[in-house]
């Protein structure tokens, strides 16, 4: 199996980058290889998820100690779907890291000071958190919305009801482990314990598991999950959906589904936080004559009134016609840049009034164009 590329390469940054610059690389990179850009190029589509979960470990705190520290063991076990995705806790980092998280692998500190029987039930049963890739626009981004997804996932066994046994089992005691929920392994001097793999660590089995599930109390089916998507969400934003993730064996509590927002690249704006960027053409005689125009919006359509003279690339500003700033009725400005558009194709007669123009324009009225030639003056002599 190909190892893993190291995640400070992925996003392009070093180990020294701000937060503020890992998410302005990612964002940069997500854009670039955003499977919308790269229809059918199966290996943009791979760069694209390997910049999210590089994302999710370097753009949380915690997350990023421990891969500084550990590199990708620290996630080895709970992976981009198990516990690490969204946990907080640096003892499951640690857990994580020693192989203490989830299956049947033994923690470094039960090892060797005994353990208890692999921890509170409710922790080894629970399900495992899942991740799921979501793609709005950027009016759905402004607005907020609702959204409905399909997530194949395990769900609580039908035939069983999540006990895990067929009618009229009962629950006994493990032969492997005698209850304890513990079995000993010899490695070398040392005797260690380790959670039992035939109960998971309870010490309990049902004599007859259940034939659909195989006594896990969960079988894998599609399920539909309605989400809610706040108005000023950005790219990258990540959403907790809580026990929506894989259910627990036997009756366990169900993982959380964490829902990642992509925002879809916009054919007219470009964001920057609260901000929009459009770049908007008008005609060379407007640029002279002044005059208003019309520009687009989010909310439908805007007057700017372009003054006598306006030169190419002067920016207009629309205050409040951006994007809703997150948990807030603040909104950001619409920033407007204009391009003056010089016609391509003159007729005889255009082209005989434009040289009667230019001829009776004189240097007086090309500021610009006399300071240029000032400056330069030295390159031309």
Known sequence: MAS???????????KNSSAEEIKRSYRKLAVKYHPDKNPGDASAEEKFKELGEAYDVLSEPEKKAAYDRFGHAAFAQGGGGGRGAGSHDPFDIFKDVFGGAGGGG??????????G???RKEERNRGEDRRYDLTISLE??????EKEIEVNKTERCGACDGVGGEPG?????????????????SRGFFQVAQNCARCRGSGQIIDKPCKRCSGEGRAVAPSRIKLRIPAGIEDGSRLRSSGQGEAGVRGGPPGDLYVVIQVREHPVFERDGSNLFCELPIPFTTAALGGE???PTLEGKAQIKVAAGT???TVFKLRGKGMPEFNTSVFGDLLVRVIVEVPMRLDADQKNKLIEFAASMGEDNSPMHKSFLEKARDFFS
């Open 140 to 145: 759905e981004a402004a607005h907020g919305c």
């Open 106 to 115: 033994e923690n470094i500190f039960e090892q060797f000071f005994g353990g």
């Open 169 to 185: 089992s009962k629950v006994v005691v493990c032969r492997d482990c005698g209850g304890r929920g513990q079995v000993l392994r």
């Open 293 to 295: 125009v019309m520009v």
């Open 4 to 14: 893993k590329r190291d995640y400070y390469e992925i996003l392009e940054i070093d």
């Open 117 to 119: 029987g692999g921890g």
């Open 311 to 313: 030169q190419s690339g």
